[in-house]
């Protein structure tokens, strides 16, 4: 069954409230927060919160990620030896831009886990790409451990690094979003989206993330609650479109039993890509509950 990550929420690990009810908001992830939520002078103490979290909650029916300060900061081989004991599902390690840094990350992790007696490999990694050197090297980076779950395009840390002006509309980021899906998606994992800043814009929101569907995504990070609803419904098959899928799928399975090399759905041929997305559909709507048998 394939992993639902059509929504990441962040929540800071300086917030008590948000972490304690951080299952709630109906997120399928949430990123546990110890970067750019938090200043330096409260890292030990988010540290000490995001770890107590992970420590005695029960987070229900979501995925439970940390995001862990930058290599180039003293903060994140101390981030990993606290919370990697806890077992996170996943890290979210940031400013990712050569297979170096995940070889680093990869190899510190694999050390605690063996000093702690923990099982080998069972936290994964989610590089933050959110620099121009990370995005030129997004396919080495997919590739670079098999820690690694997903790719995640970072916006705001990019285009200051670009020297460009952060945009609603996001031309200034259309290559870089481009880039990191094909890479992803060369290299057999899915990609997600950078948030939409502004928490008041709906509008806006609902037409960035359907852009980012229609691009590839998989789904598309976000900094408030009120977005998650919004983000959940463009990320998950309508109707119309499981309803097609399972009409894919059942021609598909009469011209097999009929030997037939090629088929036609409502005047256009079905080939393997359509086949595919079809298949991709239904493991979605299943996981979801919403898969029915007409």
Request: one cysteine or more; a negative charge; glycine letters at 6%.
């Amino acid at each position: 069954m394939a992993k639902m990550r059509r929504t990441m929420l962040f929540i800071p690990g300086n917030n008590p409230g948000m972490l304690l009810n951080g299952d709630v908001f109906g997120a399928d992830s949430i990123i546990l927060d110890l970067e750019d939520a938090v200043s330096p002078n409260e890292k030990d103490a988010a540290r000490i919160l995001v770890r107590n979290a992970l420590r005695s909650l029960e987070y229900e029916g979501v995925e439970v990620i940390v995001r862990i300060n930058s290599l180039s900061t003293p903060f994140w081989k101390r981030d990993l030896e606290v919370i990697i004991p806890e077992q996170p599902d996943v890290i979210l390690p940031t400013k990712i831009q050569c297979r170096e840094d995940i070889e680093i990350i990869d190899s510190y992790i694999t050390n605690i886990e063996k000093e702690k007696g923990l099982p080998l490999n069972k936290v994964k990694l989610m590089p933050l790409l959110e620099t121009a050197l990370g995005i030129e090297n997004a396919f080495e980076i997919a590739k670079a451990s098999p820690r690694i779950d997903a790719l995640y395009l970072g916006a705001e840390d990019l285009t200051a690094d670009l020297k460009a002006k952060r945009t609603k509309e996001g031309k200034e980021i259309f290559y870089s979003r481009s880039r990191i899906l094909v890479a992803a998606k060369a290299a057999g994992l899915p990609a997600v989206d950078t948030p939409f800043t502004d928490v008041d814009d709906e509008e806006g929101l609902i037409k960035d993330a359907v852009f980012a569907r229609e691009m590839g995504f998989n789904g598309k990070a976000v900094i408030s609650p009120r977005h998650i609803d919004h983000v959940n419904r463009i990320f998950t098959p309508s109707q119309q479109e499981i309803e097609y899928a399972q009409d894919v799928m059942e021609v598909i399975e009469t011209a097999k039993k009929q030997g037939k090399g090629a088929i036609s759905l409502n005047g256009k041929m079905i080939d393997a890509p359509i086949v595919e997305r079809a298949r991709q559909i239904l493991e979605m709507a299943e996981s979801l509950g919403r898969r029915q048998t007409k």
